[in-house]
């Protein structure tokens, strides 16, 4: 078993690794960003963000819950092979047949509803990003703490992408080949990792047997009902802004989530981290696991709240600098997103540090639930009455109820995290 030093080590490079993971996925797009929105305009960038939240809510389908329930049974098994196997197996065999799953219900609600921007081949472009998803079994990676072997592949392959949006789009009937040049990207380094997974010889290969993979999905069943109630208000909601108030709409909701999501960015590497070792933790050494997560609460306080603070006033400058003439109405919506590094910080801390690797998934999922509906009966009204501020306003509000229920469940029962 390794010893104290090594563990914090490991859980360092983790972090490291994430953070670099990360800002390859928030900060790299980002070089391009400037460039899209002024050679495509809002028509062409809304479509390919429109076409691109369609994709992330069917890849909230295709993840399940995995990203917790494999993670989770993988850094509790982690020295045993044999069983990181049995789970990795069923896991992604799962997750192939829910990729099949969602390509027959991205072609169900083409034909049902007709496709708003450039038709149903730029929704077989950004299907890729679902398959390149898959392809990278990052559950895995996280659940070994073995970040810091693999995150070069998608940074690597993200960067690469740069020159060839220079290159090759340069007016708003190349949106389609923008889309298929970031799409690309997922599948290069999934079909990347999987060739470095079968150097390191992490993993048996075998095919799952159907009770396996059964398993797997029941493992997972509890917290993807979390997951999808998540993306009820997160997701779906650039979604329902552009079939309420069309692209335009949908490019200023998306430039600033994007601005959004990169700051943000700062506190995922911390998060994605610590849930394999708060898990490891909280299963052997209670003291040691409420220790690391009042730790974590700190960090995550003054972190996120510099970061919410810096993006409220950096918001004008922000979207001048990378969405130029004809963005000003993106400044307001990011002002208003400005707290959500706060909450989402505060609110993963609680709910995924804490309740989940102590199995409270019951009260987790009810006030996840709970949010989910208060969502959906804010997100319409909303929006029809301010556009992309209505959507970043239901998505601030529904985040600072799901980080308030929280914080009251947890005061209830410090045990978990307030005693040593």
Excluded at 106 to 119: E, I, K, M, Q
Excluded at 206 to 227: C, D, N, T
Excluded at 380 to 399: K, M
Aim: aromatic letters at 10%.
């Amino acid at each position: 078993m390794p010893g104290p030093m090594v563990k914090t080590r490991r859980l360092r490079n983790s972090i490291a690794s994430l953070s670099l993971l990360q800002a390859s996925h928030y900060l790299v797009p980002l070089i391009t960003l400037p460039y899209l929105t002024r050679v495509l305009g809002t028509s062409g960038f809304g479509t390919i963000a429109y076409v691109q939240a369609v994709m992330t809510y069917l890849t909230l389908l295709t993840d399940y819950a995995f990203s917790w329930s494999a993670t989770r049974e993988i850094a509790a098994r982690r020295h045993d092979r044999a069983a990181v196997s049995r789970v990795f197996r069923a896991t992604w065999a799962a997750q192939w047949l829910l990729t099949a799953l969602a390509g027959l219900l991205l072609l169900l609600g083409l034909w049902l509803a007709g496709s708003p921007g450039d038709g149903p081949a730029l929704y077989a472009i950004g299907f890729l990003i679902v398959v390149g998803n898959t392809l990278f079994p990052l559950w895995l990676f996280q659940g070994l703490e073995r970040m810091a072997e693999i995150a070069w592949l998608q940074v690597g392959a993200r960067i690469a992408t740069i020159p060839f949006i220079f290159a090759f789009v340069d007016r708003p009937e190349d949106a389609w080949l923008a889309l298929v040049i970031q799409s690309g990207a997922g599948l290069v380094a999934g079909a990347g990792a999987l060739l470095w997974m079968a150097r390191q010889r992490w993993i048996d290969w075998q095919l799952p047997s159907g009770a396996e993979v059964e398993e797997a999905m029941r493992g997972g069943l509890s917290l993807f009902i979390s997951k999808l109630a998540i993306g009820c208000y997160t997701s779906l909601v650039p979604v329902v802004l552009g079939i309420v108030a069309g692209t335009t709409a949908v490019a200023y909701f998306s430039l600033a989530d994007k601005v959004r999501a990169a700051a943000q960015s700062l506190l995922t590497p911390i998060a994605q981290a610590l849930y394999p070792r708060l898990s490891l933790l909280y299963a052997s050494d209670g003291a040691a696991a409420r220790h690391l997560a009042r730790r974590a609460l700190g960090v995550t306080l003054v972190t996120a709240a510099c970061t919410s603070l810096a993006l409220f006033a950096a918001a004008g400058p922000a979207i001048t600098l990378l969405g130029g003439p004809g963005y000003e109405d993106a400044v307001p919506v990011l002002q208003l997103m400005a707290l959500l590094p706060l909450a989402v910080g505060l609110s993963n801390v609680f709910g995924v540090q804490v309740m989940l690797p102590n199995r409270l998934t019951l009260p987790f999922n009810r006030i996840l639930g709970a949010a989910a509906v208060f969502g959906l009966l804010l997100a319409w009204p909303l929006i029809s009455f301010g556009g992309a501020r209505g959507a970043a306003a239901t998505v601030v509000v529904v985040e600072c109820f799901v980080t308030t229920a929280m914080a009251l469940y947890l005061s209830r029962k410090p045990q978990l995290w307030l005693r040593t």
